[in-house]
């Protein structure tokens, strides 16, 4: 059947599976993103996420399937990808040793970005990190290191974009201001966003549709609104606590859904 959304495909899993020691972290994980999408990876502690972005970003290899990304396989055109691409993690680090304004210039000059001083002004402005510009980056709090990590994911205008929990550390009031800058962005620019939260306002405010993950297995997908409407729950974080518990959406019994 032809594919009815005709937006560029950014990004493709083909029955994407990941064994560690035998077990399944991805069990056949296949999903497109589109260009202008935020696509939300939702699930469980140990559901697959975080796996599936480091085998999108060439972090640690597939143990079988393909991974795509603006059209080519990911193996063989991983530099030219990455160029486009970039990543964010609350628990991915910068180096400590190095000042924030260093950490970011040496991603720039990684990145060949044009006039990197001005770049990082901007970026640490809109992210209102400006005054820790000068900071040794080991020493900032988690919230104020997740805010740097993100100047750091937006520093070569990417098409592709990859941010595991972005707002994990972060006060409800910065939180709400990190959710707007990154959906303007994506808007302004036209981004492809997969993003993981275990944060249902985060998930409600930023992604236009979502997967749920249970033991790296697709259990729902959708948008935030239809996958509620489908179930008999009141809300995403009702939904996403029943899947969590009996492994899907419909299942209401306690089982693991049948393989
Ligand atoms: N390097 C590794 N070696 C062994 N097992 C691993 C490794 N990395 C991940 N796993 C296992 O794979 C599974 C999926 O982990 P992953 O980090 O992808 O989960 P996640 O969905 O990101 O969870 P969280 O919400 O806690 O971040 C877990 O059971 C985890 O223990
Ligand atoms: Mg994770």
Known sequence: ????????????????????????????????????????????????????????????????????????????HRIAILRRSNFSSSYASLPGNLKVWQNLLVFARIYGVAQPKQKIAGLLELLEVSHLSDRLTGQLSAGESTRVNLCKAFL?????????????????????????????????????ILYTSHNMIDIEEVCDRVIFLHKGRIVAEGSPADIVKRSTEQSLENVFIKIARSGDLENTNGKEPTP
Request: proline share 5%.
């Open 1 to 76: 059947m032809a594919d009815p959304d005709t937006r560029e495909t950014l990004l493709e899993a083909v029955e994407l599976t990941r064994e560690f020691d035998g077990v399944k972290a991805l069990d056949r994980f296949s999903f497109k993103l589109r260009r202008g999408e935020v696509l939300g990876l939702l699930g469980a502690n140990g559901a697959g996420k975080t796996t599936a972005m480091h085998c999108l970003l060439g972090l640690t290899l597939p143990s079988s399937g393909q991974l795509y990304a603006f059209g080519q396989p990911l193996h063989s």
């Open 156 to 192: 070569n205008d990417p098409e592709l974009l990859m941010l595991d929990e972005p707002t994990a550390s972060l006060d409800p009031d910065i939180a709400d201001k990190v959710r707007k800058v990154v959906r303007r962005l994506q808007r302004e620019r036209n981004i492809g």
